[in-house]
């Protein structure tokens, strides 16, 4: 069974660096054509594609984030991990990490997400 | 980057009637393997997205064949043969040819 799980702070203040994990099992990022992706979904708001990191290492992440987003994969566990710098309101969501095939590049097990509050 | 919109928003739907939803992209989502990078995800109220369709006209495992992906270049549409109480939920599509990946702003399907 393919399990992702989104851990973290729920409520961040401004300015602060968040960090979210997303622990994962009955798949291996080390299996070629395996990608681990983020995405958010501000409240009542649409999903929004955040950054992606592959079983090769490679990365991508949403050019208005870049400067503040790494996304990052622990080779000796299972597990993805989010940095977002810099939080500001703007960023409260509930961000989700999801299994991705190249094969489709669709994201096709879903993680249940973690929902974040920026507040002072 | 790739801009994607859905229409319509709202989609009010009966229960054993069609419905239909489209999905315009900005640019081609045309591969050079001939497969259409455009996936539909239903996110049912309080849940998580899952996935209903992928490349275009795939249905994902376990998805009920009432539903149906289709569509070419940068128009594609996700129809629903019979609605079912079920359906309700925001419907995205997602194109994943192009990076960054971009999602639509959602059509929420109600039961009238």
């Known amino acids: 069974q393919i399990t992702l799980k989104e851990s973290g702070p729920t409520l961040v203040t401004p300015t602060q660096t968040l960090t979210l994990t997303c622990s994962f099992s009955?798949?291996?990022?080390?299996?070629?054509?395996?990608?681990v992706g983020w995405i958010r979904q501000p409240p009542g708001k649409a999903l929004e594609w955040l950054g992606i990191?592959?079983?090769?290492?490679?990365?991508r992440s949403s050019p208005p984030l870049s400067s503040r987003l790494t996304v990052s994969r622990d080779t000796s566990t299972n597990h993805v991990v989010l940095r977002l710098t810099n939080m500001d309101s703007a960023d409260t969501a509930r961000y989700y990490c999801?299994?991705?095939?190249?094969?489709?590049?669709?994201?096709?097990?879903w993680g249940q997400g973690a929902m974040v509050s920026v507040s002072s | 980057d790739v801009v994607v919109t859905q229409s319509p928003v709202s989609l009010p739907a009966t229960p054993g009637k069609p419905a239909s939803i489209s999905c315009r992209a900005s640019?081609?989502?045309?591969?050079?393997?001939?497969?259409?990078?455009l996936h539909w995800y239903l996110q049912r109220p309080g849940q998580s997205p899952q996935l209903l369709i992928y490349?275009?006209?795939n249905r994902a495992s376990g998805v009920p064949d009432r539903f149906s992906g289709s569509g070419s270049g940068t128009v594609f549409s996700l129809k629903i043969s019979r609605v079912e109480a079920e359906d309700v939920g925001m419907y995205y599509c997602?194109?994943?040819?192009?990076?960054?990946?971009?999602f639509g702003q959602g059509t929420k399907l109600e039961i009238k």
């Open positions: 999801a299994r991705l095939l190249i094969e489709h590049d669709a994201f096709d097990v």
């Open positions: 009955g798949f291996s990022l080390d299996t070629i054509g395996v990608a």
């Open positions: 990191v592959f079983w090769d290492h490679d990365k």
């Open positions: 640019q081609s989502l045309l591969h050079s393997n001939g497969n259409h990078y």
């Open positions: 490349l275009g006209s």
């Open positions: 997602m194109q994943a040819l192009h990076f960054p990946y971009t």
